[in-house]
C-alpha cells in the first residue's frame, strides 16, 4: 500500500463507537429503537469516553450483521454495542472478528465459550428465576409447586428455578402445566391444599399468571420473575395480587439516584413496559461501554438502572434486580430491598 493510499484510509477511519442494532426488521424494531434511545441519553447525560456513536440499521439475518460487525471495525470502531438478537450474538462468538471490546446484547444459543473481546449483558430472565430461587430460600421455603407453559422460554425459567433452588437445599416437588380449563385448575387447587408445597413459583408471563393466580390461593407465598409486570394498570394487576417478583429499578423505583438523572423516552402514548425495559439497557449499556473503553479486566459494579450490575464468569454481566410484591395491584418494594 503507497503512503497516500495508507493515509486516504486513515482519513476513512474515525474513532467511535458503533451500535449494531436490528432496525430493518420489523419483529426487532421497536426494542432495538428503545435500545438507541436509550444509549443516546446516556450519551447525553454523561458523554464519558468523547467517541461519537455511530447506529448500524441491519436485518435479523445473522450474516449481515456480522459483516455489518467487520465493516464497522474496518471504518474505526473502538467498541462495539450489540448485535440484539441470540442467533446473531452465536454467529459472532462462533467467528474469528470480534477483535474490539464488544458488548453483546444477549446471550449466544448455546452454553459456548465467548472469545476474548465479546462481552454479554441484557434482558435473560433466566437469572431472574434464579434470584428468585436465592429469595425465596432466604425466606424459608423449601418445596416448590412449579407451574409451567409449553414454551420454550418458561421450561428455561423452571430449569434456572429448580437449578438454584436444589443448590439452597429445596427441591420441586410437582410440576403442574399451565392451562385454562376450570377443571384442570381445580386439580391445582387440590393438589395445593395436601400441603406437599411451601411456595409456588410461576414460570410464566403475566396473561397466564393472571389465569392461574386465583387457583392458588391467598396463604401459599406466590413468586414469579419481571415477565408478570407487563402493565402499569393496577385494575389489570389486581389479580396478581401477592406475588413476589424481581424487576429492575428502572420500573420499580423512580427515585433511585440513576433512575432520576435520565429522562422517559417520550412515545406519543404508546410506551410500553418491554419498551420501557429496553431504552433501560440501552442506558446501562453505554454505561458499561466507557468501563470497556477504559482497558483491562477489573470491572466495579455498575448500580445502574436495569439493576445491580457485576461482572461474572467468561465475561457476563449479571444483574440483581429488586424485590418487589403486588399490592392491591400496585408493586410495592420489598422492605428489605430498600434498605440495602
Avoid: C
Amino acid at each position: 500500500m503507497t503512503m497516500t493510499a495508507a493515509r486516504a484510509q486513515q482519513a476513512e477511519q474515525v474513532a467511535h463507537i458503533a451500535v449494531l442494532l436490528p432496525l430493518k426488521a420489523a419483529s426487532f424494531t421497536r426494542p432495538a429503537d428503545a435500545v438507541r434511545r436509550g444509549i443516546f441519553e446516556a450519551q447525553r447525560v454523561n458523554p464519558g469516553s468523547g467517541l461519537p456513536v455511530v447506529v448500524h440499521n441491519t436485518s435479523d439475518d445473522p450474516y449481515d450483521i456480522v459483516q455489518t460487525y467487520e465493516r464497522a471495525v474496518h471504518d474505526g470502531a473502538r467498541l462495539i454495542i450489540g448485535p440484539l438478537t441470540r442467533s446473531a450474538v452465536s454467529a459472532l462468538a462462533s467467528s474469528n472478528l470480534v477483535t474490539v471490546p464488544t458488548l453483546a446484547l444477549n446471550t449466544p444459543e448455546a452454553e459456548i465459550p465467548l472469545p476474548p473481546n465479546l462481552y454479554v449483558f441484557g434482558l435473560q430472565v433466566e437469572p431472574e428465576a434464579r434470584q428468585i430461587a436465592q429469595l425465596a430460600a432466604e425466606q424459608g421455603r423449601r418445596k416448590a409447586l412449579v407451574v409451567v407453559a409449553e414454551t420454550v422460554l418458561s421450561h428455561r425459567l423452571s430449569q434456572a428455578f429448580a437449578e438454584e433452588f436444589a443448590q439452597r437445599k429445596g427441591s420441586v416437588v410437582e410440576q403442574f402445566p399451565f392451562t385454562q380449563e376450570p377443571a384442570s385448575l381445580m386439580k391445582l387447587r387440590d393438589s395445593l391444599a395436601l400441603g406437599t408445597a411451601d411456595m409456588a413459583f410461576l414460570a410464566l408471563d403475566g396473561a397466564r399468571a393472571r389465569a392461574v393466580r386465583s387457583y392458588l390461593g391467598a396463604v401459599l407465598p406466590v413468586y414469579a420473575t419481571s415477565l408478570v409486570h407487563t402493565t402499569p394498570d393496577p385494575k389489570t394487576n389486581f389479580e396478581l395480587n401477592g406475588v413476589i417478583f424481581v424487576d429492575m429499578p428502572w420500573m420499580l423505583l423512580a427515585d433511585h439516584p440513576a433512575v432520576l438523572s435520565y429522562a422517559r423516552p417520550e412515545t406519543g402514548g404508546q410506551s410500553t413496559m418491554e419498551f420501557q425495559r429496553f431504552y433501560a439497557v440501552g442506558i446501562d449499556a453505554y454505561r458499561l461501554a466507557q468501563d470497556l473503553l477504559k482497558g483491562g479486566s477489573d470491572f466495579a459494579p455498575l448500580d445502574g438502572v436495569t439493576g445491580y450490575i457485576t461482572p461474572g464468569r467468561d465475561r457476563r454481566f449479571t444483574r440483581e434486580l429488586i424485590p418487589a410484591q403486588f399490592v392491591q395491584g400496585e408493586p410495592k418494594v420489598l422492605t428489605e430491598a430498600r434498605s440495602r
